[in-house]
């Protein structure tokens, strides 16, 4: 049973351009939780999603930045318009069910904006 | 504003010791705590989680020490071990909402042999 799924690993863009990152949450599981950690900072919340559907993004800034689920395939992270603050440590994680405490977490993509 | 304090920022400790890790929350609703560890390069990984009905929870060398008076929790690692040295991050999560997890901004502890 494959964990959580994160693709790429390591992403070099350029400021302006557009960063997606991918989440393939764990098999069975239908919610997903994206977080951002910086050094010394910790894991930051930005959205939580279950399919097709948008629950919490209040950490998310509120511009450049989209999430999605979709009904088939992978969660997705956007940043449009990359700036060099946008460099982190981005987390997917997932859980069977919005009640189910226990998160399981990808690898993590790590985003480098030159 | 941070609502989950933890401390300290980094830890060293020797091989057989223990380590102590300690958190501080300010929202009453929160209800579940968790400690993730994480290794470099990849996830954290839920380690240990302790509900305030009870004051301690263990887990092999692994302890939680809960406060609920003084909003305070604590990570004990007996015996601690090269192979423990990573991040450990404490997280409080309020069950009855959506339940999305605030962490702490992580402790480095390393273990020397």
């Known amino acids: 049973n494959a964990g959580v799924m994160q693709n790429p690993r390591h992403l070099v863009r350029r400021r302006g351009q557009e960063a997606r990152l991918r989440c393939s949450p764990m098999?069975?599981?239908?919610?997903v939780y994206w977080y951002r950690q910086l050094p010394e900072e910790g894991l930051k919340f930005m959205v939580y999603l279950q399919k097709e559907n948008i629950i919490d993004e209040s950490g998310m800034p509120k511009e450049r930045f989209s999430a999605e689920f979709p009904k088939e395939g992978p969660s997705i992270l956007r940043i449009q318009q990359v700036v060099r603050g946008d460099s982190a440590a981005y987390f997917c994680a997932s859980s069977h069910s919005g009640r189910n405490e226990k998160l399981f977490f990808g690898s993590g993509t790590q985003l480098s904006v030159l | 504003q941070q609502q989950v304090k933890q401390s300290p920022q980094s830890l060293i400790v020797q091989k057989g010791g223990i380590s102590i890790i300690n958190c501080a929350y300010e929202?009453?609703?929160?209800?579940?705590f968790p400690w993730y560890q994480q290794f470099p390069g990849k996830g954290p990984a839920l380690l240990i989680a302790?509900?305030?009905?009870?004051s301690e929870k263990k887990e092999g060398r692994f302890t939680i020490s809960f406060n609920k008076s003084a909003k305070q929790f604590s990570l004990h690692i007996m015996d601690s071990q090269p192979g423990d040295s990573a991040t450990y991050f404490c997280a409080a999560a309020q069950s009855g909402g959506s339940y999305i997890p605030t962490f702490g901004r992580g402790t480095s502890l390393i273990v020397h042999p």
């Open positions: 302790i509900r305030p009905d009870v």
């Open positions: 098999k069975g599981h239908s919610h």
């Open positions: 929202n009453t609703a929160f209800d579940y």
